[in-house]
């Protein structure tokens, strides 16, 4: 999990602090400080997560980019700059391009923002931004909540009481409620000084940045790890009463398969073992066999280990999460029921590896094995669309296809909330209506205004008229006379 580090180097921040009657220092100074205990320990317990350093006033400036380096990270801050005033949101948006170029929307990222609770005056400033958000239009949106998932951390070089007195605090709460409320803000207790900086960084620290220690066991063999980012504990909606589960720090391999189509998921975890161990040989083993090892994190809870490569030269261990339960892979049915061959009556995959018991077929057959209508792209959805066109332009000769291909449209519309579409057809057929040449059958103008009308009553959402099984049917014309 990526880390942001978002430097405060406005103004304010120079504002000078007594440190019992010593010289000097700003507040610059003390979160220079926290930072520095901040990397020092991700540098020892957090070495294969990347990270990143920015500094922001009125502008942003991408200082350090994503890296390992923690001795470049520390060099940055020692070498930064006092700018102008204070813009969070410039800042936000610098964020998101930062991340989205590195990462993608999938990768969640955490944010640690560093300021003096100072959040900037007039135009730009925090409070003039969540006062205008519901007045601005789609290029110009507040840039929370970030499309990556986030954590956001707030760092403030100040003590509660200081923030209380403006309503400083109040708008960092709505800036984290705007991110979706995953995060924390600290503030410093007491005086303003190295020991309470220190003391609020090792809050941070506690809470994001803990390292998780494991035994990894497989039969007789066994081995501490070390898990990082920290697995976070998951709610299970369908249960009457959820409770957060967490993984358990003994977790029990149950066994290995073969790892032909893998593809990591967002929910890896990343594990480093620090000398020769069974870690170690597992992590080999996963590698130059291409295989994967189930794992056991608690009751009725699964995972998998394999290896990935971060380049060439270099390879993780990777922890996957499977949703809690039994079965978290239908395919592969119950994990308890999961044994070696030998205990088998007979091999499940034939005397020739001729054949295989996965996948399990499903007792009944699923929803999206049947034929249903689906847009993945835009030009399927167009080639629909063009087919009720090319029918309407051919009434009354193709009536029933043109129904068909209607009614196929308005269920998949329905299915998908897809409202607009209802709608937007309609026009296009009462725009067909008023194209009619003047030797078309008058049959058709009557079904083109039916089919429209019955389009827009079912784009109301009307239970009456929006029913997904009801079809719309020709309408009843007599032109024989």
């Not at 998780?212 to 504990?233: I, K, T, Y």
Request: aromatic residues 8%.
């Amino acid at each position: 999990m990526p880390t942001v580090v978002l430097m405060d180097v406005s103004l304010s921040m120079t504002r000078p602090v007594s440190l019992d009657g010593s010289e000097e220092f700003q507040r610059k100074n003390l979160a220079v400080h926290g930072l520095n205990m901040l990397f020092e320990h991700m540098a020892s317990n957090y070495r294969l997560e990347f990270t990143a350093l920015m500094a922001f006033s009125s502008l942003w400036e991408l200082l350090v980019p994503f890296t390992r380096d923690y001795n470049a990270l520390q060099e940055a801050l020692s070498n930064l700059e006092d700018y102008d005033k204070t813009c969070v949101e410039s800042a936000l948006h610098g964020v998101n391009n930062v991340v989205q170029q590195e990462w993608g929307n999938a990768c969640p990222c955490q944010v640690v923002l560093v300021t003096d609770g100072s959040l900037g005056i007039g135009k730009g400033s925090l409070r003039h931004s969540l006062q205008t958000l519901k007045q601005r239009g789609d290029d110009k949106k507040f840039p929370l909540p970030f499309p990556f998932p986030t954590k956001l951390f707030v760092m403030c070089i100040a003590n509660a009481e200081e923030l209380q007195m403006t309503d400083g605090m109040d708008n960092l709460e709505e800036l984290l409620r705007l991110s979706g409320g995953d995060g924390q803000i600290f503030t410093m207790e007491g005086p303003l000084c190295m020991k309470s900086v220190q003391a609020m960084f090792g809050r941070l620290i506690d809470h994001a940045y803990s390292p998780f220690h494991a035994v990894l066991h497989c039969g007789n063999l066994s081995s501490d790890v070390q898990v990082f980012p920290r697995p976070e504990p998951i709610i299970v909606d369908d249960e009457v009463d959820p409770m957060p589960r967490n993984v358990n720090t003994e977790v029990d391999e149950v066994g290995a398969g073969t790892a032909e189509e893998l593809e990591e998921e967002p929910s890896s975890s990343q594990m480093a073992g620090k000398s020769p161990n069974f870690c170690v040989l597992l992590h080999g083993s996963l590698k130059v066999e291409g295989m994967v090892a189930l794992v056991q994190l608690g009751p009725e809870w699964y995972g998998m280990l394999y290896s990935q490569a971060d380049s060439k030269k270099k390879s993780n261990l990777m922890m996957s999460l499977f949703e809690p339960g039994s079965e978290p892979l239908p395919w592969l049915g119950k994990i308890s029921h999961l044994g070696p061959i030998s205990e088998a009556a007979e091999n499940p995959y034939g005397e020739d590896d001729s054949k295989s018991p996965f996948p399990l077929q499903p007792p009944v057959k699923r929803s999206y094995a049947q034929n249903v209508t689906v847009w993945i792209k835009a030009s399927g959805l167009q080639t629909d669309v063009q087919k009720i066109l090319r029918n309407a332009r051919k009434l009354p000769d193709k009536t029933q296809t043109f129904y068909k291909e209607l009614n196929r449209l308005r269920k998949a519309a329905l299915a998908f909330g897809f409202w607009e579409l209802l709608k937007g057809v309609a026009e296009l057929l009462e725009r067909e209506c008023t194209m009619l040449p003047d030797s078309a059958h008058p049959d058709a103008a009557f079904q083109l205004s039916h089919a429209a009308q019955q389009l827009k009553l079912a784009s109301t959402g009307d239970s009456q008229y929006a029913a997904f099984d009801h079809n719309i049917v020709p309408m009843h014309t007599d032109f024989s006379s």
